[in-house]
């Protein structure tokens, strides 16, 4: 008798179903024998099979088909209504993700709710979205032990070929068709061989770029479909591009990228995957972002990517001279890779400030501190935790003290609501200092999500006794 299938739901857009190629492959590899089945949008898949893990894909016209096929797991990556509605209809031992039951849309698995608990409160968060779809399903020893799509060396025999795609899905994550224009000039000058991609909703910006780059015929927007332009990636050397569904697409396929990581993104969380491609982000202490609250329309860290220092760094990528990256003022140069102890996804920092400033080194102290509280809580993934604190105490001598002294507040509020029975306002993690927000975000999605009912009441208090705890027994070891 053959074995039940999983489903997974990707309904969201091209990225979205190009970083979940890592999870595909993973269930692929603990379940060899069981169907692989995923439910996207035709005009993603379709172009995307030739890259994707050996999976069958269905359109989202198969649901009543699927409603009547008994699975063993839904794991449902979308946030669209439309995709917990299909996932609440499915018949299932297992679900996963947003599921509609009865009224109500409930959010299954501990990193599925973590990553939930992201939206508009992200600052201090370093695990990637590909590792979040699969960590409530895949083992440490599974990641460690993954091998990944490798770049290709550049050819500079054939003139070191660039494509530069100048869109995105937001006008403050790209640059603008004069920055493309300038670093097309510059590019060429240094020996390259320049093209500007783009879809057809790009055509216009690529227009603009060519003229302002005075290479007519370099412009292929709108040129290629999707699978066409899969193909033509394949053959290019590098491809600088903004946060962009393109940009998963040439990195799993293999094409060295240069990922210009501005506005409102966090590279942690988008960044190409696969180890070895780079991102280029500003150093400035607001950096990952959910909106830009200083300029909306153009944030200022847009204005440190300028042409010529992004063509030399891109000349020594091409090159292989690594050892001549340049520091770039208010940007720094990242590597993409796999930690080596848990096989998640990191950045590795290659250049920027020799001496960053203290609120600099605060904040990758803090956010490494609540990486690895999580990976311990939700998965008892980190003894390195400890190393996480002392660091943390180390580069912000003020955080744990202060840590400390409102974590009582904290219990007191929630104490003060389960007496009561009633709501934790939003202002329970709104109102809660920054750099409280990920623990505060993420409990009371907790207890929204279980309706606040006893069982997560008591996974809240939990966490915070635990917290509690441990910063209790930093103290005391510092005494």
């Known amino acids: 008798m053959p074995e039940a299938p999983n489903l997974l739901i990707q309904l969201q857009r091209m990225g979205d179903l190009v970083l979940s190629f890592p999870l595909m492959a993973w269930l692929k590899a603990a379940e060899p024998e069981r169907p692989l089945w995923v439910l996207a949008e035709p005009v993603f898949f379709k172009p995307l099979m030739p890259l994707s893990p050996s999976v069958v894909f269905f359109p989202p016209e198969a649901e009543e088909q699927l409603a009547h096929t008994p699975l063993h797991r839904v794991v449902n990556l979308s946030h669209r209504p439309e995709a917990a509605r299909i996932a609440g209809r499915m018949k ?12 109500a849309t409930r959010i299954r698995g501990d990193w599925q709710l973590y990553r939930a608990s992201l939206v508009h409160n992200n600052r201090h968060n370093l695990f990637h979205w590909a590792d979040l779809n699969a960590l409530d399903l895949v083992s440490p020893a599974a990641m460690r032990r993954t091998t990944w799509p490798v770049p290709r060396i550049p050819c500079l025999t054939r003139g070191g070929r660039t494509g530069l795609f100048v869109g995105a899905s937001e006008a403050a994550k790209r640059p603008d068709p004069a920055f493309w224009g300038e670093l097309a000039r510059e590019l060429l000058r240094r020996g390259h061989k320049p093209v500007f991609l783009g879809g057809e909703a790009e055509r216009p910006l690529g227009a603009a770029a060519a003229l302002a780059a005075g290479l007519p015929h370099s412009n292929l927007c709108g040129h290629f479909r999707l699978d066409e332009l899969l193909r033509f990636l394949r053959k290019i050397d590098l491809l600088i591009t903004p946060d962009t569904g393109p940009m998963h697409v040439g990195a799993w396929g293999g094409t060295l990228t240069l990922n210009l990581s501005m506005g409102p993104v966090n590279a942690w969380e988008t960044a190409p995957f696969p180890p070895g491609h780079f991102v280029l982000r500003s150093t400035a202490s607001c950096v990952g972002c959910w909106r830009c609250t200083r300029n909306p329309e153009s944030p200022p860290c847009r204005e440190l990517f300028r042409p010529a220092r992004i063509a030399f760094l891109a000349h020594c990528l091409l090159s292989g001279r690594h050892e001549q990256f340049p520091r770039l003022s208010g940007l720094e140069l990242l590597r993409t890779r796999r930690a080596a102890s848990s096989g998640l996804f990191e950045l590795e920092k290659l250049s920027g400030r020799s001496g960053e400033d203290f609120p600099r080194n605060a904040r990758a102290a803090l956010d490494h501190f609540w990486h690895e509280w ?24 003020r955080a744990l003290p202060l840590l400390r002294d409102r974590l009582p507040r904290i219990q007191a509020e929630c104490a003060l609501a389960l007496r009561r029975g009633s709501l934790l ?12 927000r990920p623990l505060t975000g993420y409990l009371q999605l907790v207890l929204e999500n279980g309706d606040y009912h ?21 103290r005391s070891r510092s005494l």
Not at 382 to 387: D, L, R, V
Not at 427 to 432: M, N
Not at 454 to 474: P, S
């Open 92 to 103: 299932a031992e297992q679900k996963l993700g947003a599921c509609c039951e009865g009224s």
């Open 374 to 397: 999580f990976l311990d809580r939700l998965g008892g993934r980190a003894p390195s935790f400890g190393h996480a604190a002392r660091r943390l105490a180390e580069e912000y001598p």
């Open 425 to 436: 306002p939003e202002a329970f993690w709104r109102g809660t200092p920054p750099m409280l």
């Open 454 to 474: 006893r069982d997560a009441w008591k996974t809240a208090l939990e966490h915070l006794e635990h917290l509690a705890a441990l910063l209790a027994e930093m």
